[in-house]
């Protein structure tokens, strides 16, 4: 199965927080709201998942090229 993640808005109503800091990469419980997202596909035995970034992609993809999904 395949899923499709939108990451790619730039979070106006969390302005000035997401001028640095993109929307799914925000801390909860400790690790990227990105992260639960992909815990949840999985556990739902979604294999392929591919991400729409836009604001602030290096951020997203560098923290999941150290620490990618299972």
Do not use: C, W
């Amino acid at each position: 199965m395949k899923a499709m993640v939108l990451a790619a808005g730039f979070g106006n109503r969390l302005q000035p927080l997401t001028s640095i800091l993109p929307k799914p990469m925000f801390p909860v419980l400790g690790r990227p709201l990105l992260s639960h997202t992909f815990d949840i596909l999985q556990s739902a035995n979604i294999t392929d998942i591919a991400v729409n970034v836009h604001h602030l992609p290096e951020s997203i993809i560098d923290y999941f090229k150290k620490d990618p999904p299972p």
